[in-house]
């Protein structure tokens, strides 16, 4: 919809400004204004913009046409119109000439070639990761058939799991995160896909989610330190009692959402939608906007007024002093049962005791095989060597 556009002079500054009506648009086109029974009003707009680093290094300028829309709605006809504004990026060539071509393309291969740095690492630490966790996997089974051959009985789910390094998949989605973002990056920096608020936006989740990956790996590095890793140890230990008791409070937390969006939701902007319930209740659980929740249920009806200071206080009570206290403890529980076993002692699972049977040092000929000389390529590749073929180390006994 075009506004009707006209002019008019500024008494105050005495110069002629633009004007736009919509009512004198509807008048001129003999169009009914029904603007007291409007339910939901859509306005659209262009704006021409370009990106032009002033400051800084030196860059091509970008040239952009920004769609826009305003969206007035009040499709639950309780009288809050609600006001929404929407913008989405369109790249466009720019037209002209600038003097710093050279410049920008050195500085775009240099970029580039860090980046094709960057993808072979991650691909090559993807591939000695995989290789670990396969290695990880045949163990597992050699160790299993031991166990049934030799005591008659089964790993344990907690012993079996022990086999699968979960450092190593972090750092396999670390890697893929960052191939895949390196490349779009790749990809926008030299003009072969549209500078777009979309490309961007995978560009950015892709190296977001692979920078969280790689500082989580850091801590793999402090569990080497008995002092240091009480973080990674009492997390691991805590996380199946977290879940579990995070099921129950679900279930509550659900059926607090679904009666909030249900009674309040026409009465309380917080409470319009499923997801705006869930996230002022999980605000209110934090601490968060609490008079304000309490303060913004319009409405004359006692009853349902009532109701919302009710269903506010038990759901802070429950929540503040029973759940997240309850969930600290379960925490705090294993705590101290990782003290314990500092102070007297790791409890022994059949895998640990096992292992403990071997009184053999690394350094013994029993773990030396014969090189069979494949070089580099047997650590990528995973070079079969005939185990069963006696050599200078194979012990006689």
């Not at 500054?13 to 409007?38: A, C, M, P, S, V």
């Not at 980046?115 to 996997?137: E, K, N, P, T």
């Not at 003290?339 to 000929?365: H, Q, R, V």
Request: hydrophobic residues 40%; aromatic residues 14%.
């Amino acid at each position: 919809m075009y506004l009707f556009h006209s002019t008019e002079l500024n008494k105050t500054t005495g110069k002629t400004q633009d004007r736009y009506d919509i009512k004198e648009y509807l008048t001129q086109n003999n169009k009914t204004n029904l603007f007291h029974r409007i339910i939901k009003l859509t306005l659209k707009f262009k704006i021409k913009s370009y990106r032009l680093n002033a400051e800084g290094r030196k860059v091509a300028p970008e040239c952009f046409i920004v769609h826009g829309q305003i969206v007035f709605d009040d499709s639950n006809r309780d009288g809050q119109m609600l006001l929404d504004l929407d913008t989405e990026l369109e790249e466009r060539t720019c037209h002209g000439h600038y003097n710093y071509g050279e410049e920008e393309k050195q500085e775009r291969l240099t970029n580039t070639l860090y980046d094709i740095f960057v993808i072979c690492v991650s691909v090559l630490s993807a591939v000695l990761c995989l290789r670990s966790l396969y290695r990880g996997h045949k163990l597992k089974q050699k160790t299993i058939v031991h166990f049934k051959k030799v005591y008659r009985k089964d790993l344990s789910r907690s012993d079996k799991f022990e086999f699968l390094n979960l450092w190593y998949v972090a750092i396999v989605l670390n890697d893929i995160f960052t191939i895949v973002g390196s490349s779009f990056k790749i990809q926008i920096e030299n003009k072969n896909a549209q500078s777009t608020s979309e490309n961007y936006d995978n560009c950015s989740l892709f190296l977001g989610t692979g920078s969280i990956l790689v500082w989580l790996g850091v801590l793999r590095y402090l569990g080497f330190f008995k002092t240091f890793n009480i973080l990674s140890i009492v997390l691991k230990k805590a996380f199946p009692n977290m879940m579990r008791f995070l099921v129950g409070a679900l279930m509550l937390y659900v059926g607090f959402m679904f009666c909030g969006w249900v009674v309040l939701g026409p009465y309380h902007i917080k409470f319009r939608h499923l997801s705006t319930s869930s996230e002022c209740l999980y605000s209110l659980i934090n601490g968060d906007d609490m008079f304000v929740t309490f303060s913004a249920t319009m409405t004359k009806n006692m009853v349902v007024w009532y109701f919302s200071r009710i269903y506010l206080y038990i759901f802070i009570s429950l929540f503040i002093y029973c759940v997240l206290n309850l969930f600290i403890a379960v925490i705090l529980d294993t705590y101290e049962t990782i003290k314990e076993y500092y102070e007297c002692g790791f409890p022994k699972t059949d895998l640990s005791e096992f292992i403990c049977k071997c009184n053999d040092p690394p350094t013994s000929a029993l773990y030396r095989g014969e090189d069979t000389g494949c070089g580099l390529w047997s650590c990528l590749c995973c070079c079969k060597r005939n185990a069963d073929q006696p050599g200078e180390y194979t012990s006689l006994l």
